[in-house]
């Protein structure tokens, strides 16, 4: 944390004085930074996702809980947010929370495009425009860091929109998401055809099919990559459910089962960063914990994942 940033979670600080002091404890270590391939900017490798209970949160107007996980979130340096238009109140409540605690500025703003109607195959230019105008109004910027079209959803139609808002200097990157086996063809072909500066895509310790194909290819192609579902949102936590952390766990100073499923994701050499999402303050500590410290080499990935695959899929 900066002296700026140090300053303001101070002034905002809801939490509790043993999260305040985790906190502390965690930041005595190296923060673990991942550079932007296009641009060599430094990020924090774990970030905040939006959807899932984030969503519900923002949706139950439990203000007070939202500004406890975004406070959490940047009082431990945390700057990657990953929202979506299509996320319910999550990009409107998110927005407005950080202007409200004046970090909107500081935040990597990541959010989506997708104005194809359910059921359809193609979006209309003019409802793709509005949609950007919305994220602009929702998150009051000039600029915001990142758009990508959700779900690789009609990208001959909704990419160049987005590449043309980069060119006006209201975009700074550009991508496409997905979370679907079956759109990976489609995300491959893009990352090899599209210059895109970024993709989202599902990668956990028990899901490692992106690390076959898409991960392998967005490095070789210079795009920065958000892991998302680094949890597989309920799944991987249905199969620890009972499970004690194993002791050699604190060899990478994974203290809890998060921090074990996200240094294994985040060790990915080319994972840019992971965006866990959560809807409490003390789950989103705890994640950012995964981003100080040591990382997993191969001979523990490989140990990591004869544990979990040893489980009972829940
Ligand atoms: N196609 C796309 O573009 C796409 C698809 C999927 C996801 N995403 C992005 O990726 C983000 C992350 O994925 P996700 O939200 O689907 O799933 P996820 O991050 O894998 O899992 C979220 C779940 O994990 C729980 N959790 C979080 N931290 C925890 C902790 N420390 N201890 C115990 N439980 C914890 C949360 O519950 P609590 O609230 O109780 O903490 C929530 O139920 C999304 O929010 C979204 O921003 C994008």
Redesign the pocket.
């Known amino acids: 944390m900066d002296r700026r940033q140090c300053i303001k979670a101070m002034a905002i600080s809801g939490l509790s004085v043993s999260l305040l002091d985790k906190i502390k404890a965690q930041q005595s270590q190296p923060m673990i930074l991942r550079s932007v391939p296009k641009t060599g900017e430094l990020l924090p490798a774990i970030g905040l ?7 519900a ?1 923002a949706r139950s107007e439990d203000f007070d809980s939202v500004r406890g996980v975004m406070n959490a979130f940047y009082s431990q340096g945390g700057l990657i947010f ?3 238009p299509s ?1 319910g109140a999550s990009e409107e409540v998110s927005g407005r929370i950080a202007n409200e605690l004046g970090i909107q500025d500081d935040l990597f703003w990541a959010t ?1 495009l997708n104005v194809v109607p359910r059921g359809g195959s193609s979006a209309n230019p003019a409802d793709a425009r509005q949609q950007v105008e919305e994220s602009f109004a929702r998150v009051n910027r000039e600029m915001i860091d990142l758009i ?1 079209v ?2 690789v959803s009609d990208i001959p139609t909704q990419l160049p929109i987005l590449k043309e808002y980069k060119e006006e200097g209201r975009i700074r990157f550009v991508g496409n ?4 086996l079956d759109e990976y063809d489609d995300l491959e072909n893009s990352i090899r055809n599209d210059e895109l500066d970024f993709i ?1 895509i ?1 990668y ?1 310790i028990d899901n490692r099919t992106s690390a076959e194909t898409i991960l392998p290819l967005a490095m070789d192609h210079g795009v920065a990559v ?9 799944r ?2 249905r199969r620890v459910a009972g499970v004690d952390l194993p002791e050699w766990a604190s060899e990478i100073g994974a203290e ?3 921090q074990f499923f996200l240094k294994f994701v985040i060790s990915h050499p080319a994972v840019t960063a992971a ?6 303050p ?3 500590v ?2 950012m914990g995964a981003c100080f410290g040591d990382l997993p080499d191969t001979a523990m990935q490989r140990r990591m994942i004869e544990f979990v695959d040893s489980l009972p899929e829940a």
């Not at 996702?49 to 969503?55: D, I, K």
């Not at 998401?177 to 679907?180: H, Q």
């Open positions: 996702g939006s959807s899932a209970n984030f969503s949160l990953d929202t979506a996320y989506k990508q959700h779900n998401t997905t979370w679907s989202g599902d956990a958000l892991i998302y579902a680094p949890f597989g949102r309920t991987l936590w809890t089962w998060a965006t866990p999402s959560t809807s409490r003390a789950n989103m705890d994640n």
